[in-house]
C-alpha cells in the first residue's frame, strides 16, 4: 500500500522562511528531530493529513520520513492506509518492557516524598491475591515499621491492597473475596464484601485507599494506584505511619502528595491519561 503523496512544491516550513514555520516544530530542529517527531504522530494517530497536523511538518518532508519509517519496518500501512506500528518497533518496545525496572525508575520518587512527609514510603506490587512490597524507604524517625522488601501482605487490609481492587469489576471483586477470602487480621479488618464492595467504592471515587489500622495494629496509610504504560493498576504506593503520631484526618491529609508521587511514576512507566 503506497502512503498518501504530496505535491514537490511543499517545503518544510522550518526551511521555509515564507509559509511560515508551525509552533510544534523548532526552528533548530534537525533531521533526526523530524524523524522523531513523525514516528510519535505516526504510531498516535492513522491518517497522513493527521500526521502532518500533529508534527507541524510540510507534507512533503513528512511523506519522505514516513516512506523511511515503512521501508526501515518502523511503521507499517493498513489496507485502509491508516498506520499501524511496525514489526521493528513492536520488537524494541517488547524488549524495553522486558528491561523495566520499577524499584530504579519509582525510587528517586519515593526518596523525595520521604524527605517532604518524613514517613516510611512503600511501592508494591500485585502478586496474585496479595500485594508484594518492592520499595520501603524509611523517614529520620526513630522507628521502623514492621515491613520489608519482599514481604507479602493481604490485599483486602491494606492501602495499595485497596487502590489495585479498585480497578476489579464487581464480578472480579466477588471472584477474590471467593479465592482469598478476608481474614481478620485487626479489630479494624473488613471481614465482610459488602463492607469490602462499600470501601473500594470508596476508593474509586476518591482516587486514593486508606488503611485504618486494618492490616497492623497502631499502623496506618493512605496509598494511591501506580499505572502501566497501559494504564492497568498492578501497583501501589503507600505513606504509612503510626497511629500514635498522625490521626487518621493526618494521614488522609498526605493523600494528595501520595496520588502526585504516584502519578509522577505511571508517567515515567509510560502511562498517559
Do not use: W
Amino acid at each position: 500500500m503506497a502512503i498518501e503523496t504530496a505535491p514537490r512544491s511543499a517545503v518544510d516550513p522550518v526551511d521555509d522562511g515564507v509559509h511560515g514555520a508551525d509552533v510544534r516544530v523548532a526552528p533548530s530542529a534537525n533531521a533526526s528531530e523530524k524523524t522523531l517527531l513523525v514516528l510519535e504522530a505516526a504510531l498516535t494517530h492513522a491518517r497522513f493529513t493527521d500526521v502532518v497536523e500533529a508534527t507541524g511538518l510540510a507534507k512533503a518532508t513528512t511523506h519522505r520520513i514516513l516512506s523511511t519509517l515503512v521501508d526501515r519496518r518502523f511503521v507499517s500501512v493498513a489496507a485502509d492506509g491508516s498506520y499501524l506500528p511496525g514489526p521493528k518497533i513492536l520488537s524494541l518496545a517488547g524488549r524495553a518492557l522486558e528491561r523495566i525496572d520499577i524499584s530504579a525508575i519509582a525510587q528517586p520518587f519515593v526518596d523525595e516524598l520521604v524527605e517532604k512527609v518524613h514517613c516510611t514510603v512503600h511501592v508494591g506490587v500485585v502478586n496474585g491475591d496479595e500485594i508484594v512490597y518492592l520499595i520501603r524507604s524509611d523517614s529520620d524517625k526513630p522507628y521502623q515499621m514492621p515491613s520489608r522488601v519482599g514481604h507479602a501482605i493481604p490485599m483486602h487490609s491494606s492501602g495499595i491492597g485497596k487502590v489495585v481492587l479498585s480497578s476489579y469489576t464487581d464480578e472480579g471483586l466477588e471472584r477474590f473475596v471467593a479465592r482469598a477470602g478476608l481474614p481478620r487480621r485487626t479489630e479494624h479488618t473488613i471481614t465482610s464484601i459488602d463492607g469490602l464492595r462499600a470501601e473500594i467504592a470508596t476508593v474509586r471515587e476518591l482516587g486514593y485507599a486508606l488503611d485504618r489500622e486494618e492490616n497492623v495494629p497502631g499502623v496506618g496509610c493512605v496509598a494511591a494506584p501506580i499505572r502501566d504504560h497501559t494504564g492497568t493498576i498492578k501497583y501501589g504506593l503507600s505513606i504509612s505511619t503510626l497511629t500514635l503520631e498522625h490521626t487518621v484526618e493526618q494521614i488522609e491529609a498526605m493523600s494528595v502528595l501520595a496520588v502526585a508521587t504516584a502519578d509522577k511514576i505511571s508517567a515515567a512507566l509510560g502511562y498517559t491519561p
